[in-house]
Structures are given as C-alpha cells and as structure tokens.
C-alpha cells in the first residue's frame, strides 16, 4: 500500500513564473489536506480537500494560491507568480475515509515538495 | 502569541536517557493531540495520538496531555541514536479536526 506521493520533491522556480505541486493520496483516503514549513519552524496548515470541494481554507494566503482535489488524479497546489518569500517545504497529508473517532482523523503525510524561488 | 508553544531546543543526549519533550497551548478547544517525528528533508511520521486528557503508552514513548493546564509532553525511555530527529507536537478541535495546528518542533539529538 503506497504511502502519501508527492511530486517533484524539488522544484526550482524564478520569480514570477507558476508552481504546481502534486499529491496523490493513499489509496481509500479523500481527504488532503496541505501545510507549509518555513525553515526551523514547525508545518502550517494551509487548506483542507475532499473529492471536488474545499472543506477550509482558513491558512490559504489570499492571493497567488490556490488548491484543488478533482474526482480524477491527484491534488494540486497552484502558486502563481512566485515570489522568494514562497520558498519552503510544502507537505501534504491524507486521512481515510473510514474509521471510527480519532482513527478517522489521522493525517498520514508525504515526503513534500521543497520549492526553492530564485 | 501562537496558539501552541514547543520548548525549542535544541535537545542533546547520552544513549539511554530519557526524554521529554513538552508543548504548552491556549485554544481550549483543542481535543486531539499527536506527536509526529521529522527526520532531515523527510515528512512527519505519526509516533502517538491522544484524545483528551490522560496517558497513552507505546512501547518506549509516553504521551500525556493534562488539559487542565494546557500542556502536553512526550517521553522518551532508554533513547536511541535512531531516535535522533525533529519532534513537532500537534493539536486539533473536535469540531474542525482537519485542521492540525503544529508546534515548531524540538531537534534532539541522541549521542552514541
């Protein structure tokens, strides 16, 4: 059973051009959820998906970001224009779609994507 | 002022100490607490999760939350070299459980 897959693992971008950063789930899970780690700083949530809708996106920063989980194929974080300060590791995470209390709400995470802003 | 606080660290240790590793927070609202552990350029693995107050035991990790006082600790017997690794607590309301809010993490390091 594959675990969370996140792709590329690095991404190297110059200022102003687009980021688009893929998750696929594990199998049986439909929620993702996204967060963000700045260095030497802990992961900061940044959006909540289930299959085709956006269940929170309290953490998105209001503009450049946006996310999207559609019926088919993975989960994608789309920043626009990139600018240095969006320079980080992004994580992803997925949690299953069964299970009983606290067991539905285990996050299991990806390796990340680290994205670097030249 | 963050809602949840981590001793930052950084931890060294002799092999075989044991460890705790501590989280304070102010949203009483949180229910649900994990402790994942981070190695280098990896992502989080679950080590524990707990709801509401109490002990939770897993072979050589502890976690116990006391709400009452808003704080949680993980702790660490006979610590390994392997058990080398960033520490990151984590917190989730009952009613918004998708949304986990981290500590910044504790390096600890376990000398041989």
């Known amino acids: 059973n594959a675990g969370v897959m996140q792709n590329p693992r690095h991404l190297v971008r110059r200022r102003g051009q687009e980021a688009r950063l893929r998750c696929s789930p594990m199998k049986g899970h439909s929620h993702v959820y996204w967060y963000r780690q700045l260095p030497e700083e802990g992961l900061k949530f940044m959006v909540y998906?289930?299959?085709?809708?956006?269940?929170?996106e309290s953490g998105m920063p209001k503009e450049r970001f946006s996310a999207e989980f559609p019926k088919e194929g993975p989960s994608i974080l789309r920043i626009q224009q990139v600018v240095r300060g969006d320079s980080a590791a992004y994580f992803c995470?997925?949690?299953?779609?069964?299970?009983?209390?606290?067991?539905?709400?285990?996050?299991?995470f990806g390796a990340g994507t680290r994205l670097s802003v030249l | 002022q963050k809602e949840v606080e981590q001793d930052p660290g950084p931890l060294s240790v002799p092999e075989g100490a044991i460890v705790s590793l501590n989280c304070t927070y102010s949203?009483?609202?949180?229910?649900?607490f994990m402790w994942y552990r981070q190695y280098s350029r990896k992502g989080p693995e679950l080590l524990m999760y707990t709801y509401s107050s109490g002990n939770k035991e897993d072979g050589r990790f502890t976690a116990q939350v006391d709400k009452s006082s808003k704080y949680i600790s993980l702790f660490i017997r006979d610590s390994q070299p392997s058990d080398s690794a960033t520490y990151l607590c984590a917190m989730s309301e009952y009613t918004n459980a998708g949304k986990s809010t981290f500590g910044d993490g504790t390096t600890l390091t376990v000398k041989p």
């Open positions: 998906l289930q299959k085709e809708n956006i269940i929170d």
């Open positions: 995470a997925s949690s299953p779609d069964k299970g009983e209390g606290l067991a539905k709400n285990i996050q299991y």
């Open positions: 949203n009483s609202a949180f229910q649900y």
